[in-house]
């Protein structure tokens, strides 16, 4: 089989969707969260999707296929909030590693399916590192700016954790997505820095910053250039943006990292903006079309979807993307 290395010379890749968007459809109880496993744990884990890996394996794997069948080529793991850090909200600490390892695991079954039945569309597993609930750069406290909730050293330790566990359980890449602190971000690279070089093997990163409103600023107060220049030092599969944003506002953000860049480029926008409901409208035809535009000025090499998207939108993207060859890089 072909690495993604490989694959990424030769057309544009397509991410999949919202994950959480698709969990939302099962209306799962307390009891499912819980499953077997977790029937007595002393608190609520309502919402804690990561565990579902655990407990609903196979309601994970069909979200999987849905999106594999729509034409993504990279599916991203469970493992949003897998950290030490994010599931303190639910004293499930201790669980981090088997999160991790069972969503890997998972999604590289269903992954390997697919390549099976057409080996000459490899389908990759991208463990799906998300940004924590924590901030290493701002203080949460508006009357001591100096407090940190967090240490670089504890990002680096969870992260760390988190990555040696998705690649054990098979991830092909690993994906620091959801990007709004760079701080963080840097905490992860440098944990998976130290596993590439404890391991002795090369890991394909891609990192996904977030600009979070009209200022194109990360909440952390960096643009794109700054964002893209503070994460340069390490070998990158792709930089890119995701969240936060629909297609149409990430334009200028991705015109300049590829301006400013000679790295590939990803982007997974939400399905537009959020409507008063905090719900997602724009239809997957509303948002090919906007991709469109990255297509045409050549700004991509990987393409996907983050919040409100569907494999309906994926779908979409898909099959737009397959007209469109993929941004070169000198």
């Known amino acids: 089989m072909s690495t993604i290395q490989e694959e990424i010379k030769k057309r544009i890749l397509v991410l999949d969707g919202a994950m959480g968007t698709m969990i939302q459809q099962y209306k799962f109880t307390e009891e499912d969260y819980r499953g077997e496993q977790f029937k007595n744990f002393h608190v609520s884990v309502k919402g804690n999707n990561d565990m579902l890996s655990i407990t609903q394996p196979e309601a994970i794997k ?80 508006v009357n001591d700016p100096g407090y940190r909730a967090v240490t670089f050293n504890d990002l680096k330790t969870a992260y760390k954790q988190q990555a040696e566990a998705l690649l054990d359980g098979g991830a092909d890449l690993l994906l620091v997505e959801t990007v709004f602190d760079t701080l963080n971000a840097k905490a992860a690279l440098f944990g998976i820095e130290e596993i590439k070089a404890t391991r002795n093997i090369d890991i394909p990163i891609m990192v996904s910053g977030t600009i979070t409103d009209a200022s194109g600023r990360t909440l952390s107060g960096q643009t794109a250039e700054a964002f893209l220049i503070s994460v340069s030092h390490i070998p990158l599969l792709t930089i890119g943006f ?59 090499n990987i393409i996907g979807g983050c919040c409100g998207t569907t494999p309906a939108h994926i779908k979409a993207i898909a099959e737009i993307a397959a007209n469109y060859k993929p941004r070169k890089i000198i």
């Open 62 to 141: 069909e979200i999987h296929r849905k999106y594999l069948e729509a034409g993504a080529d990279i599916i991203e793991t469970n493992t949003f909030s897998g950290t030490t850090i994010a599931m303190a909200d639910y004293e499930m600490e201790d669980y981090v590693y088997e999160l991790n390892f069972q969503s890997a695991k998972i999604a590289k079954e269903v992954a390997q399916e697919f390549t099976i039945k057409n080996p000459s569309k490899p389908r990759f597993v991208a463990g799906s590192i998300g940004p924590t609930n924590k901030t290493a750069s701002m203080s949460p406290d």
């Open 242 to 300: 995701n969240c936060a944003l629909g297609a149409k506002q990430l334009t200028p953000h991705l015109e300049v990292l590829a301006q400013k860049s000679n790295l590939r480029i990803s982007a997974h926008p939400n399905a537009g903006l959020p409507n008063a409901f905090g719900e997602y409208d724009e239809t997957p035809e509303q948002m090919a079309s906007q991709i469109k535009t990255y297509l045409d000025k050549n700004l991509v």
